[in-house]
């Protein structure tokens, strides 16, 4: 979510796919034989339970197989969260415990994704400090943040760079070759111009290679990470077409892939709907979103893209006298159907909502009674698929700060502490979710339920709800 005012809008198989298929194989064979090596990650993983106790547990890279992530051979859904500046608490040992905290905190209610920036592009405590020159210790803050994650078995969503100008963003990559004397006008340059293209892949390249310095572990070779973001939220209102983003998507994709291929991938996306899917573009909440350049269904048909990404603001993107509370609810419901639905029967990937969440401030129609109804109804859409094995893979509430950092706090934030219903509501779901991980082989497409049940007095948790 971007978090400065903004206007309010929240395969076919062919010749190219063998061929870029062959280049990515290729790459990645000269990459293994001539690059760096750091020591790979142990399988087992040390977790600390709320008490503190260590369990050592299976710790495998997730993959995406059909419409549904796999660790194994058992189903992954995902009940996760954002909080977005991790990286920039724990540069500062005063403040470096809130990370601590959160994963604590998060990992009590079951929560099993955190999606954070891996990026911070000039600018106070910036991990870029100009083109592939970072701060050390900056990086080691995000080393701290991927170790800390693992201990508490949670993976991270790492997002490479920001369609806003917070944290820099694409307008500070434009600048940067502004003022290298490149021919450049416009912050949408970013997906076009060749410097700065090349800017943003070698800090891809960088990201991607870091040895963490608590661990040992090429961050390419650490299943803590559980995907890698593109950009949050991209966008590109100068060509409507989408083609000048998709280009960019393809050519970004290819360079992560030829250097990471293990990783899961996602581009970011808010899930607007574009050119290539009109009638779906009546599913958009506005005109104006079906305008920025992206193209949901498209955009995830690239090779190398693992699953889709989409957002969730009814409260920002639903204006005037009709957005009501109901009328709200009634966009998230046939919002997340529209997306569930295309990523089973278009895409055949799983779709994770990364970003969902509305504002309890003062004018909206939210308090923090009626948002949990909001989260109620954004679980209830994703139980309703993971109960027939669908494509809806999980959701990341925006977004759970720690205590004591109420100034970060947009008017979203959850501080699970003082939430206690809603930390309620949040550690039901994953109870949920977590019998289906824990029970069920991918392969069964849940028949081992139907069999546990008719063979077994097992007795599953909530198999009412289930």
């Known amino acids: 979510m971007e978090v400065i005012p903004r206007e309010k809008t929240r395969v ?15 790459a990645t ?35 995406a197989k059909g419409s549904q992530f796999i660790v194994g051979d058992r189903p992954f859904y995902v009940n996760g969260f954002n909080t977005y500046w991790l990286m920039i608490l724990a540069v500062d040992p005063s403040t470096r415990v809130k990370v601590t905290e959160v994963f604590q905190q998060a990992a009590a209610v079951g929560l099993t994704v955190c999606r954070t920036w891996g990026f911070n592009d000039g600018g106070w405590r910036a991990l870029q400090k100009s083109p592939s020159v970072y701060d050390e210790d900056v990086f080691k803050a995000l080393d701290f943040v991927v170790s800390e994650a693992r201990k508490y078995k949670i993976r991270l969503i790492l997002s490479l760079v920001n369609n806003w100008d917070d944290y820099g963003g694409k307008a500070q990559y434009v600048k940067w070759a502004m ?15 060749q410097t700065v293209k090349g800017y943003f892949k070698n800090h891809i390249k960088n990201m991607l290679t ?4 608590y661990t040992n572990v090429m961050y390419k070779d650490d299943p803590t990470i559980f995907a890698w973001e593109l950009m949050n939220e991209p966008r590109c209102a100068s060509d409507p077409t989408g083609n000048k983003l998709q280009a960019w998507i393809q050519e970004m994709a290819f360079h992560v892939k030829s250097i990471d291929p293990d990783h899961l991938l996602e581009v970011g996306t808010e899930g607007f709907y574009g050119p290539s899917s009109p009638a779906r573009m009546e599913a958009n909440p506005n005109t104006f979103a079906g305008l920025v350049g992206t193209d949901f269904i498209r955009n995830h048909r690239i090779l190398g893209i693992d699953f889709a990404s989409v957002h969730v603001y009814p409260d920002t993107w639903l204006s005037g006298p009709g957005a009501t509370m109901e009328a709200q609810l009634q966009f998230v419901q046939s919002w997340m159907q529209a997306h569930i639905a295309d990523a089973e029967d278009a895409l055949d990937m799983p779709v994770v909502f990364t970003e969902f969440g509305v504002s309890t401030k003062a004018r909206s129609a939210f308090n923090a009674t009626t948002r949990d109804q909001f989260i109620q109804a954004v679980y209830g859409m994703l139980l309703a698929s993971t109960r027939r094995g669908g494509a809806g893979a999980g959701g990341l509430l925006w977004q759970v700060p720690p205590e004591g950092t109420e100034y970060m706090d947009d008017g979203y934030g959850v501080v699970l502490p003082r939430a206690a219903a809603t930390a309620g509501i949040m550690s039901a779901h994953s109870k949920k979710l977590q019998t289906f991980n824990a029970r069920c082989a991918w392969s069964c497409r849940w028949g081992c339920k139907k069999r546990e049940e008719e063979t077994e007095d097992l007795h599953l948790p909530f198999k009412d709800e289930l």
């Open 12 to 26: 076919k198989v062919s010749l190219n796919y063998f061929l870029v298929r062959g280049f990515v194989v290729a």
């Open 29 to 63: 064979i000269l990459l293994v034989a001539g690059g760096r090596h750091a020591h790979h990650v142990d399988p087992v993983v040390q977790r600390s339970d709320t008490h503190g106790e260590v369990i050592n547990e299976h710790w495998g890279m997730v993959k």
């Open 179 to 193: 003022d290298a004397g490149v021919n450049v006008t416009s912050d949408e340059d970013f997906f076009s111009d």
């Open 210 to 213: 870091r040895v963490n310095t």
